[in-house]
């Protein structure tokens, strides 16, 4: 039987870095439920055997180590064929910036294999193995595995079941290309502070106006790069150039 959402299949010379992901909240539920697969793969175990490195110096010279390319292949290939299709994504600082129409492209796929690259780079011949390149954002991490676990975590709450039924991801943050409205609960008055009396009122239709406008004015102030029509530094509608 097919579950609703993606088997993450992950890549790493950390593997006990998804565990907590496994255990804990939204997606330690969703695996408990069976709604997604988690599984993390040590690379060191597709050496062929301890004495095997898994990164080299570069060729050339320069700093630090890259990983080779046996052991990618090896993992990459063996999880491929055991796995059901689906894509393979690399973890790069290079790759196309991960947002929240990626999310939604990756919560329908069967299969989602994440390698995490780690040292300073990877040996380019790897590149061809993957569908695809992302990253979390305009930062240098130690490894992609933060990275992976921020898209496991993003792509399984939007698998159907995984949020509670009284949860919803329609009016959140991005899901529209806006910035959330302000939302309150009791007291109704904290240390001076009163709740808007808009949303006291039980005017549905004014709460909604009063809500899009409220994330309208959110947006343009704290995210103009989002906002259609801008092009003041951003790249309007919040779509930035890899953000598919
Ligand atoms: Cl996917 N990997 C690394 N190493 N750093 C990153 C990243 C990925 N995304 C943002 N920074």
Redesign the pocket.
Known sequence: MSRPGPEFHVISLFPEMFSPASLCGVTGKAVERGLVGLTAYQLRDFTGGSIHPVDDSPYGGGPGMLMKPEPVFAAVEQVSSTAPPGVSVL???Q?RRFGQKAAARLADEKRVLLFC?RYEGVDERIRPLFDEE????D??????EL?ALVIIDAVTRLVPGALGSDESTSHESFSDGRLEYPQYTRPAVFRGEAVPDVLLSGNHAEIERWRREQSERRTRARRPDLVAGDRSGGVGRGEEPGDD
């Open positions: 973890l790069t600082p790759g690259g992302l990253s979390i954002g930062y240098v991490l130690s490894g992609g990275a």
